[in-house]
């Protein structure tokens, strides 16, 4: 019998306990998996999502935590296409809203966008048309959102109690948009009482410095400087995509609170693993003893009780991460995430998992495996 067979042997002899243990380290793995595979796909969305518009700066308002609490004058537009390397800039107005939808309470993002702007780049019309600049009343429809809706074309909806007309239902890159409503921007400020106010505002920089990452800095330096007719700061904060995405405190936050959960689960993994090679430790003393009386060397019995723990930490990992794959899948068709998560889950973030989970089965063994390379033969065989 070859050292990996034994090892399997052992686990085995306590197919209930292994189980069980192979379950909590699944379960370790899956929360682990699920919460930074979601955190990951809401980010990698909203970096599609400027990125498919051909977005290359964001602008917020200085000091602005949340980029749909901001308030800016929609005029400052004007003053940020005088700066020398704008080619175009797109201002947005973005507000989350509760819908009913099938009796259930769903959150859904309204767009609103001035007519003509770079940001209907990323959509394309699949059934009724684009939104016209004397349209006032109408809207168009993400198709997840549509579908959600069950909405047709020239169908009306309701919106914050006001009836509006379905013009059209388009498609996007994006997931964030494909689950979103968009119509006007001077529309969605009538509606929100926030007359002038946008949230934001994306900017394309020349052709020649897309690609040059110094020259966008550059530009978002002259930007963060702009000043009003009597000299006092316009307080924006320019910063490339990449950086937006990557500084933005939702998202951070979200990260945050995902690795403190996937920390917790994966300590009480942790623990679960100590007790059951404690215990199987315990169980084999005269085993272990007769092993070492046969002249098994300390490392050769520490190979042992740490291989059984990285085994069942691998296979519990194995089974947790594709319960965290079907779950995110299932997690996405909950009409509350419905629009906002792919359910995709980067390789990265299963390879993580199970990284996480060898360290658990090579931390969980340690001090079993220390103390059972510590017996000595003849203790070891009068022990009762």
């Not at 609490?69 to 537009?77: H, L, P, R, S, Y």
């Not at 001077?186 to 994306?202: I, N, P």
């Not at 947790?320 to 909950?334: D, M, Q, R």
């Amino acid at each position: 019998m070859n050292f990996a067979t034994f090892i399997l042997k052992n686990l085995l002899r306590r197919k209930a306990r292994s189980l069980l243990t192979m379950c909590g380290i699944a379960v370790a793995v899956a929360t682990t998996i699920a919460l930074l595979g979601v955190s990951d796909d809401f980010q990698s969305a909203v970096l599609q999502s400027f990125k498919n518009e051909g977005s290359d700066i964001v602008i917020s308002p200085k000091g602005s935590l949340l980029q749909i609490a901001g308030d800016m004058n929609e005029a400052v537009a004007d003053d940020i296409r005088k700066v020398p390397g704008v080619a175009a800039v797109s201002q947005g107005l973005l507000e989350q809203i509760a819908m009913e939808i099938d009796d259930n309470q769903v959150p859904v993002l309204l767009q609103g966008w001035k007519h003509g702007t770079f940001a209907f780049n990323d959509i394309e019309i699949i059934e009724g048309r684009p939104l016209e600049p004397d349209d006032v009343d109408a809207v168009m429809l993400g198709e997840a959102l549509a579908e959600k809706m069950h909405a047709k074309v020239n169908q009306p909806i309701e919106i914050q109690d006001e009836t509006f007309n379905v013009v059209g239902i388009y498609d996007s890159k994006t997931l964030l948009k494909r689950g979103a409503a968009i119509m006007l921007l001077r529309r969605l400020q009538d509606l929100m009482l926030r007359e002038g106010s946008v949230t934001g505002f994306s900017v394309q920089v020349d052709p020649e410095i897309k690609a040059d990452a110094d020259a966008i800095e550059a530009v978002c330096e002259r930007i963060d400087n702009l000043n009003d007719a009597d000299g006092n700061s316009l307080n924006l904060d320019a910063s490339s995509t990449d950086d937006y995405v990557r500084d933005n405190f939702q998202l951070k936050l979200t990260r945050a609170m995902a690795w403190v959960t996937s920390l917790i689960a994966v300590g009480v993994g942790t623990i679960g693993m100590l007790n059951t090679m404690i215990m199987s430790v315990m169980e084999r003393i005269r085993e272990i003893s007769v092993l070492r009386a046969m002249g098994w060397r300390r490392g050769r019995v520490i190979a042992m009780i740490v291989g059984e723990s990285i085994v069942l930490s691998i296979f519990g990992a194995a089974l947790g991460a594709g319960v965290a794959i079907v779950g995110s899948h299932y997690i996405t068709k909950l009409p509350q995430v419905n629009g906002f998560l792919s359910g995709h889950i980067a390789p990265w973030v299963i390879a993580s998992g199970m990284v996480i989970a060898f360290f658990v089965g090579l931390i969980g063994a340690a001090y079993p495996a220390w103390r059972a390379s510590r017996l000595l033969p003849s203790e070891g065989l009068r022990y009762e």
